[in-house]
Nanobody, 127 residues
Framework: QLQLVESGGGLVQPGGALRLSCAASGTTWNLLAFGWFRQAPGKEREGISCISRSGINTAYADSVKGRFTISRDNAKKTVDLQMNSLKPEDTAVYYC????????????????????WGQGAQVTVSS
């Protein structure tokens, strides 16, 4: 069984930055692609970014492209999401997720692909 543990959420002012981290344990690291999702009250869960097994391929939703950056650290076995230029509409619960894949150079933000989920981290952007 795979365990995902998130950290780094909190309260920031508009225009500020936060870095979320997701630590993975329990299965083979190099078979996993990762994604970040978010869900605001009254809205469906939205896929905002993903990163392939190799770490070379990444994808972003239009709502965060140019502001958020996903990365993976093979030594620490963590996946990070650097969030810059935060807006009030970024306020949501953010989830780290992973799926086992044989494809090493691609990823998807389709939430139905994901097998494992973290507990969620609250991000609030407010002045």
């Amino acid at each position: 069984q795979l365990q995902l543990v998130e950290s780094g959420g909190g309260l920031v002012q508009p225009g500020g930055a936060l870095r979320l981290s997701c630590a993975a344990s329990g299965t083979t690291w190099n078979l996993l692609a990762f994604g970040w999702f978010r869900q605001a009250p009254g809205k469906e869960r939205e896929g905002i970014s993903c990163i392939s097994r190799s770490g070379i391929n990444t994808a972003y939703a239009d709502s965060v492209k140019g502001r958020f950056t996903i990365s993976r650290d093979n030594a620490k076995k963590t996946v990070d999401l650097q969030m810059n230029s935060l807006k009030p509409e970024d306020t949501a619960v953010y989830y780290c997720a992973a799926y086992v894949t044989w494809g090493s150079t691609s990823c998807t933000t389709n939430l139905n692909e994901y097998q494992y989920w973290g507990q969620g981290a609250q991000v609030t952007v407010s002045s």
